[in-house]
């Protein structure tokens, strides 16, 4: 299989969390596809937000999760990234409480999904925001 394909069948997505349990956490939720009907995931972590615009400036991720307790938080660098990144993929936002819901709003993510992690309800989220890039990505070829 060619590089070209490769890429073609895999989505990357960036997780962001300055603790690995939370990584951990959303590559098991997500697993190694988040619906029968996307391809395979190739994960790419982040702990620290250098890190995390180097590979948001680079492109070719399709989704960037973000933990909004992290240190520095997931929610600035949310609204960091959709200020300064061309065509910058889709956001999820985790929160710690339901009640933290306008920060998210305020951060400019896409989705949002709080703690304890559902795994349906971030893989359910996780596979819209997908599936949304890659309709756009079609509309604009």
Known sequence: MSTA???????????????????A???????????????????????TQPAVFEHLDAGGIDVAIVDGEARPGG?????????????????????????DGWLATWSRADAVVSQPLDPMAVAGAAADLIRARQAKNLAVQ
């Not at 073609?8 to 990584?23: C, E, F, G, H, Q």
């Not at 990144?85 to 985790?94: K, R, V």
């Open 5 to 23: 394909e490769a890429a073609a069948t895999t989505i990357k997505v960036l997780v962001y969390s300055d603790d690995a349990n939370t990584r």
């Open 75 to 99: 929610l600035g660098i949310c609204r960091q990234a959709k200020d300064e990144i061309y065509d910058c993929p889709p956001l999820l936002a985790i929160i710690a409480r339901r009640d």
């Open 25 to 47: 956490q959303v590559r098991l939720a997500i697993g190694r596809r988040p619906a029968a009907d996307l391809p395979l995931v190739e994960y790419v972590e982040c702990a």
